[in-house]
C-alpha cells in the first residue's frame, strides 16, 4: 500500500512534539542550523540522543561532516527563531546571540535546554539521515518550551 505523503506528514502532526534547532559547522567554519522535531533520547548511560535531517537539507553536506553539534531546544518565545532556521536563508546566525563552544559549535544563547554533542553514529533512514549524538555537556533554563501540533 502506497502513502500520501502529504496526508502521513499530517498524521504525524497530531503527535505534539518540541522544537529543536540544531547548530554546527560547516567545513569553511560557517554556522549552519536547522529547526527539527525529530529529536528524542536514546540513552541514558552512555549519555546519547538523536535526531534527523533531511537529505534535501542546505545543511546536510555540514552536519554529515561534522564532529560537534549542538541541540536548542526552544522556548515558548522563540516561534521566529524556529521558522527562521527551518527556511533557506543564507546566514541565520547573522541577527542572533551566538557564541562557538569549546570544540567549534555553534551555541545560541537563548534556549530551553541546550545538549553540545559529538556525532557518535549516523544511520539511513529513508530520505533523512538519523544524527545519535553523545551529549558532553548540558544547559537547562527554566522556561516553558516550544511545542508542535499538527
Not at 521558522?83 to 547573522?94: G, M, S, W
Amino acid at each position: 500500500m502506497s502513502l500520501d505523503q502529504r496526508q502521513f506528514r499530517d498524521a504525524l502532526g497530531a503527535f505534539p512534539t518540541g522544537i529543536t534547532v540544531v547548530t554546527a559547522k560547516d567545513v569553511d567554519g560557517k554556522p549552519v542550523g536547522a529547526t527539527a522535531n525529530s529529536f528524542s533520547s536514546v540513552s541514558l548511560d552512555p549519555p546519547l540522543v538523536l535526531w534527523s535531517v533531511a537529505k534535501t537539507a542546505n545543511c546536510y553536506n555540514a552536519f554529515m561532516k561534522a564532529k560537534h553539534f549542538a541541540i536548542h531546544i526552544l522556548h515558548a518565545g522563540q516561534e521566529n527563531i524556529s521558522r527562521l532556521f527551518a527556511t533557506k536563508e543564507a546566514d541565520k546566525f547573522a541577527n542572533l546571540q551566538w557564541y562557538e563552544s569549546v570544540q567549534g559549535a555553534p551555541l545560541l544563547a537563548d534556549f530551553s535546554v541546550r545538549f553540545e554533542c559529538s556525532t557518535e553514529n549516523l544511520y539511513e533512514g529513508g530520505d533523512h539521515i538519523i544524527v545519535v549524538g553523545r551529549v558532553h555537556e548540558m544547559s537547562v533554563q527554566e522556561c516553558e518550551p516550544l511545542g508542535f501540533y499538527k
